[in-house]
């Protein structure tokens, strides 16, 4: 990957995040990254945010079937 970030979705699950990032919320807080790959949520119901902790599988998280261009 040559020290590049890749961001991709897992189906109906969390966003996988790999690469050297910094993860900071909107009041500028950081959160720790210890991995190479960390999960992000995506439905919203993660006890953890912004990290997944598996909930989407028990609330029935579906994520769109494919990304939506640009309008």
Known sequence: MDGGVRISAYD????LVTGAVEI????????PVRKET??????GA??????????????G???AEKAVGEA
């Open 12 to 15: 109906d699950g969390p966003f």
């Open 46 to 59: 993660s006890t953890g945010k912004p990290f997944c902790d598996g909930t989407h599988s028990k609330v």
């Open 61 to 63: 998280f579906r994520a």
């Open 38 to 43: 960390v999960a992000l949520c995506r439905c």
């Open 24 to 31: 900071t919320d909107s009041a500028g807080n950081r959160f």
